[in-house]
């Protein structure tokens, strides 16, 4: 491009612009700006040398650094010398502009700052003018924005208010209101008041502040406006204190007194009201003629106030104010509760002027304090103390006790299967219940007991200087009550509870271990049959944390792979084949030994980790069976399922999966359930029998006659088999009872076209006897017991 159409297009720029040659630094092109920027005549800088314009040193250093190419893009602000040989502050920003493939150009813009920067030393000036009018004031200056934030003060505000050295060195503002706050003596009022301010922006007032030292400020407050609209707010403070101290008293009380919600007296010296002010007349019914010449003594000294009354004038004199609460009488003789603050006046010699007193009713708020105490301590539902308020009544109960060698008894009660009415009814149904409960448990104890809710269903009842007898006693009314049928809603039904009971000192000595005690009492309570109570043992608690420790090692063995399945061979008895197993889990700890299934299934299926462990079997089962019979092994698995872990909505899904995962036909698994599962929900259960017998599974009742035996769902349930429980099948042949049991349920099986299996068959007199009622399999130690899978491989599979 050539320099005139360089021309042509910096002249539309507003910018004064220079085009330089890289190379030697002369100026190619400039436009009109810069021609009129450097009272030069239009087109007298082409072709000049660019340094010619530096007006410093500095600046021909900068035009060599230019010129060895540091930087493509150099911005910088410096002095440019005129025609005239005068110089002018500007901003320069020199860019490197590729013109083609092999030649480049330099840029150079340039903005004159000389007149911002004469705006900028003017407003300095400005500033530090105002600064010294602020410090010149007589009076303590504070300059806030709109929002509170603090702009400016000066050193005289600083000093009335006696703010410390390390508020004056660092900005902070929550701080100076702090200590402006700690500074009065009606923290609460001065507080309301500014909020008032700070809530009307275009608000003036005057006000008079009294400080806890003695001295009593006036504060004016005005907005500060700019372009017609309010900014901020400044506020001035003077020390009035030496002015009312001169002044007459009706204007004493006609700047403290009148405006002030509070009421207010002063005193002489001798302590004799002197004035009052309306609001007094108005809290406490007095009239300031009926006031005058009195003292505070008289006035706040209530019977119960006398020693508090003496105590705030010693502290009154001493540290020169008192602050606190009294319980005082109106002139009809209501009681009232006021927030009492008094404060010496002194003059400059540390004379005593007057006492001025501030006090408002605190009755309202004090209520609203005892409710807000009540919800704190007090159940929501029931209005009972909670957990919080029984561990105070617990320990002063300790310490009652200790003192006087005495006791008491600890009560926990849990209402029994109280899940089954939230559930079946609701919740807003079953508070109903608990509090109906509530009022029967307030019955049964002395108005020195404590009835608390800890929560949910759990209460706890704490009967002071109470034994064993008493405990009992107490524990016997609570049964009885609670047996008594409970009606809502033109419903009838009953609501039992389990009860602990622990006793001080014997079960404990601290409220962690009563508690611990009397629940670990109740929950054997729960375990033997419910509604009914326990004292407590210790040996429970070694029985619980056996539960605990054998919980947390079964999560740990299910985590770490410490199970595993035995396999018990099952037998057909019409030609003494093997043509199934039974998967059983084995457990071997390295640190409780082998453990027996009966020890930690119940305690599996009580905590919930028998569903976790019912899946792992499922999944190993299930993948053994595909293993065998990919080798041409076809043997049925059957599996023992538990009733939560056939209560999980994905169970049939879970199952279906594994199958597809192993690729193992429905057919080769048997689930054997108990009758227990079947019954507790049968329409649910149908619905899930239904889809497994739909998947091809297997079905089996297991320990078919133990438990709540019922034709109607053989009837309906697609079960396949009955499996005879061990115990009918011990004393076979010899028992007659179990001849006839055994032979019903053969006969109803097959009546039914369902096939029977007996299992713990130990002897040949058992398997022959079994033949000749046609029993169809039988499993048990006459031919094995459960066997790993190596040796149930090596015995039955690896012979054929």
């Not at 493509?72 to 002095?79: D, G, M, R």
């Not at 400005?126 to 929002?147: H, K, M, P, Y």
Request: hydrophobic residues 40%; charged residues 25%; negative net charge.
């Amino acid at each position: 491009m050539k320099p005139h159409q360089w021309q042509a297009l910096i002249e539309g720029m507003l910018e004064a612009v220079l085009l330089v040659d890289p190379i030697g630094l002369r100026i190619l092109a400039a436009n009109r700006s810069a021609h009129a920027l450097l009272k030069l005549s239009e087109g007298s800088l082409n072709g000049t040398d660019v340094v010619d314009l530096a007006a410093a040193p500095e600046d021909l250093f900068f035009w060599e650094d230019v010129a060895a190419g540091l930087s493509e893009h150099i911005y910088s602000e410096t002095l440019l010398q005129l025609n005239d040989g005068s110089t002018i502050q500007v901003e320069r920003r020199v860019s490197l502009v590729r013109v083609g493939l092999d030649s480049s150009i330099f840029v150079v813009a340039i903005r004159d700052r000389s007149s911002q920067r004469q705006v900028e030393s003017e407003l300095e000036k400005l500033i530090a003018e105002l600064r010294a009018t602020l410090e010149s004031t007589a009076d303590g200056i504070l300059v806030t924005n709109l929002d509170g934030a603090i702009r400016s003060y000066n050193h005289l505000f600083a000093e009335l208010w006696g703010l410390p050295p390390d508020l004056l060195i660092q900005r902070d503002d929550p701080a100076i209101y702090s200590w402006m706050d700690k500074c009065m003596v009606d923290a609460d009022h001065y507080t309301e008041r500014l909020g008032t301010i700070t809530r009307s922006p275009l608000m003036e007032a005057t006000d008079v502040l009294v400080l806890r030292s003695g001295k009593i400020l006036e504060r004016v407050t005005l907005p500060q406006y700019a372009r017609g609209r309010p900014i901020g707010r400044v506020y001035s403070y003077r020390d009035i204190t030496q002015r009312l101290a001169d002044e007459a008293r009706l204007q004493l009380a006609a700047k403290v007194f009148e405006s002030s919600t509070d009421a207010i007296f002063i005193t002489d010296a001798e302590q004799k009201i002197i004035t009052t002010n309306p609001s007094f007349e108005r809290l406490s019914s007095y009239t300031e003629q009926e006031m005058l010449g009195k003292t505070p003594r008289e006035f706040f000294s209530e019977e119960s106030n006398a020693e508090l009354v003496a105590q705030l004038l010693e502290n009154l004199e001493t540290q020169g104010f008192w602050e606190g609460e009294l319980w005082n009488r109106r002139k009809n003789g209501h009681a009232y509760l006021c927030m009492i603050s008094l404060v010496k006046v002194c003059d400059e010699a540390g004379k005593t002027l007057h006492y001025i007193g501030f006090f408002k009713d605190r009755t309202e708020n004090h209520a609203a304090k005892q409710r807000i105490e009540e919800l704190a301590f007090s159940d929501v539902l029931t209005g009972l103390p909670n957990r919080l308020l029984l561990t105070e009544r617990i320990k002063q109960a300790i310490t009652l006790a200790g003192r006087n060698n005495g006791s008491f008894a600890l009560l926990f009660l849990d209402l029994d299967h109280f899940k089954q009415i939230n559930d079946s009814l609701g919740h807003p149904f079953g508070d109903r219940v608990l509090m109906e409960v509530t009022e029967r448990l307030k019955r049964c104890i002395r108005q020195v007991d404590t009835a608390a809710r800890l929560g949910g269903d759990e209460f706890v009842l704490l009967l002071h200087q109470a034994d064993a007898s008493g405990a009992e006693i107490c524990a016997r009314r609570v049964l009885e009550e609670l047996s008594a049928p409970f009606t809502l809603d033109d419903m009838s039904f009953t609501v039992t509870s389990s009860i602990g009971i622990a006793l001080y000192p014997d079960d404990g000595v601290s409220m962690a271990d009563l508690i611990k005690n009397a629940d670990s009492a109740m929950y054997h309570v729960k375990e033997r049959g419910r509604s009914d109570f326990r004292f407590y043992q210790r040996q429970m608690n070694i029985g619980l944390l056996s539960r605990m420790k054998l919980d947390h090692a079964m999560r740990q063995a299910l985590e770490h792979g410490g199970f595993r399945l035995h396999y018990q061979p099952q037998v057909d008895l019409r030609n003494g084949k093997v043509f199934g197993a039974e998967a059983l889990l084995r457990w071997h700890d390295k640190d409780l030994g082998e453990i027996c299934p009966i020890q930690f299934i119940p305690i599996a299926e009580e905590t919930g980790v028998i569903v976790a462990i019912g899946n792992w079997v499922m999944q190993t089962a299930i993948r053994q069976a595909a293993s065998w019979n990919r080798e041409g092994r076809a043997l049925r698995v059957a599996i023992n399922v538990s009733a939560l872990q056939f209560q999980q909505s994905n169970f049939v899904e879970s199952i279906a999966a594994a199958l597809q995962e192993h690729r193992l036909s429905p057919a080769c698994i048997e689930l054997e359930l108990t009758e227990s599962i079947l019954i507790r929900d049968a329409e649910e259960a149908l619905k899930k029998l239904e889809s497994l017998a739909a998947l091809g599974v297997k079905l089996a009742i297991d320990d078919f006659g133990t438990g709540y035996s019922s034709l109607s769902y053989l009837k309906r349930f697609p079960i396949n088999k009955l499996k005879i429980d061990r115990s009918f099948v011990d004393d076979l042949p010899a028992d007659e009872s179990d001849v006839a049991i055994v032979t019903a349920i053969i006969g109803l099986a097959h009546a039914m076209k369902l096939r029977v299996i007996a299992e713990g068959v130990e002897t040949e007199q058992q398997r022959e006897f079994l033949r000749d009622l046609r029993c169809d399999e039988i499993q048990g130690y006459l031919y094995a017991p459960a066997l790993s899978v190596g040796d149930f491989e090596e015995k039955y599979l690896l012979t054929e």
